[in-house]
């Protein structure tokens, strides 16, 4: 090995320890500063497509209602010729009726079966215990 310092040894045998943590300090802190810059640019193009793919989804959802809308129209239109106008309305309206019936139903169902957060309210039921136990050891 040779006895000559590195630049690097050289500066930290010139530089006091304040000075230097001063630098890791400052280094820490453009550090910090710049990887915040980077999520707020990374969670604002995240809220943008969030924000596109939302619009797409409710247009969407309006062009499905459409949809809905004017075959619900055409069948009643249809019926209209097999039967009389106002009970192809009526048969549609209660075809429309059975179909709302069996998606609440469901729906009920399902939100029957919605539990929250078991494992949480099990663990905060526990922590009064802990600090009676915590007491109890002083």
Same mark, same amino acid.
């Given at each position: 090995?040779?006895?000559?310092?590195?630049?690097?040894?050289?500066?930290?045998?010139?530089?006091?320890?304040?000075?230097?943590?001063?630098?890791?300090?400052?280094?820490?802190?453009?550090?910090?500063?710049?990887?915040?810059?980077?999520?707020?640019?990374?969670?604002?193009?995240?809220?943008?497509?969030?924000?596109?793919?939302?619009? =797409?989804?409710?247009?969407?959802?309006? !062009?499905?209602?459409? +949809? /809905?809308?004017?075959?619900? *129209? %055409? &069948?009643?239109?249809? $019926?209209?010729? =097999?039967?009389?106008?106002?009970?192809? !309305?009526?048969?549609? +309206? /209660?075809?429309?009726?059975? *179909? %709302? &019936?069996?998606?609440? $139903?469901?729906?009920?169902?399902?939100?029957?079966?919605?539990?929250?957060?078991?494992?949480?309210?099990?663990?905060?039921?526990?922590?009064?215990?802990?600090?009676?136990?915590?007491?109890?050891?002083?």
């Amino acid at each position: 090995m040779s006895d000559i310092p590195t630049p690097s040894e050289d500066k930290a045998s010139r530089t006091s320890l304040g000075d230097l943590l001063g630098e890791v300090t400052r280094d820490l802190s453009t550090l910090m500063r710049q990887e915040i810059e980077l999520a707020k640019a990374e969670l604002s193009q995240s809220a943008k497509q969030a924000g596109k793919g939302a619009g =797409l989804l409710g247009g969407a959802g309006y !062009a499905a209602l459409m +949809a /809905v809308l004017f075959l619900s *129209i %055409a &069948l009643w239109w249809g $019926l209209g010729h =097999l039967i009389d106008n106002g009970w192809s !309305a009526v048969v549609v +309206a /209660v075809i429309w009726g059975v *179909i %709302a &019936l069996i998606l609440y $139903l469901v729906g009920k169902k399902e939100m029957k079966s919605v539990q929250g957060a078991p494992r949480t309210v099990e663990s905060i039921k526990q922590v009064p215990e802990a600090i009676k136990r915590n007491e109890e050891n002083r």
